[in-house]
């Protein structure tokens, strides 16, 4: 009687099962301390999520007491800057020693408005700067070159304060601070008294942005240009 052999197919999910057993009968040693690496970084990524939260939140909350004696002090009239750069100096204590969380990421802008609103402008603008290099994605990266550029002028420095200016129009220029950015721009160059450049971006300022707010003021400074130099030929 002839013999007939039986073979059974296997479907592919079946061969990955057998594979798989094959494997793990062979490399036992392997495979258990796979699982034990694995199980290791399940371990160390829960325990670091925790201690980031925990951590986050302690700083967020000295960041909040040292910001409630700040609105404390302004609202009964004692936050002289000598009791401000004091608020300011635990601030960047904290900052300095976070590395992740609303505290690291924002406080250089925080300090920076402080430092603002006590009329110390190097220091802001030295704040503003650190902010808009280490956030450049950040959506108040452009407000912060601003604010840097600001308190450049209000020191008087306005070739300084057309750079940063400058700075600003190269990463934001096509963006929505785009016609504020040219129109700063001519500002600058009219301080300084480079009325060709001044009137260039004035001009640029109507014909790009011609329904912006913007545009308006630059007529207007067009216009008083205008007169000046009308004013200055009628006298020679």
Request: charged residues 25%.
């Amino acid at each position: 009687m002839e013999r007939r052999e039986i073979t059974i197919e296997r479907n592919v999910i079946e061969n990955a099962i057998m594979a798989a057993k094959d494997f793990i009968k062979g490399h036992r040693r392997l495979v258990l301390y796979s699982l034990l690496g694995v199980l290791l970084a399940a371990v160390l990524g829960i325990a670091g999520s925790i201690f980031y939260e925990h951590r986050a939140a302690s700083e967020m909350a000295k960041y909040e007491r040292i910001m409630e004696r700040h609105r404390a002090q302004v609202q009964s009239g004692s936050a002289t800057p000598a009791n401000t750069f004091v608020l300011i100096e635990e601030l960047k204590t904290l900052v300095d020693s976070s590395y992740w969380g609303f505290v690291h990421d924002n406080g250089n802008y925080i300090i920076a408005n402080l430092y603002f609103g006590a009329k110390s402008y190097n220091e802001a603008k030295v704040h503003y700067l650190k902010y808009a290099e280490q956030n450049p994605r950040s959506e108040f990266a452009v407000m912060s070159l601003q604010k840097a550029a600001v308190s450049t002028e209000h020191m008087g420095y306005y070739e300084d304060a057309l750079k940063v200016y400058q700075e600003m129009e190269r990463k934001f220029g096509d963006g929505s601070y785009a016609d504020q950015i040219s129109y700063d721009i001519a500002r600058m160059y009219q301080k300084k008294g480079d009325i060709y450049k001044a009137k260039e971006y004035f001009h640029k300022v109507i014909s790009s942005h011609p329904r912006s707010v913007f545009s308006a003021r630059a007529r207007h400074r067009l216009f008083l240009l205008a007169y000046q130099e009308k004013k200055a030929q009628q006298r020679i």
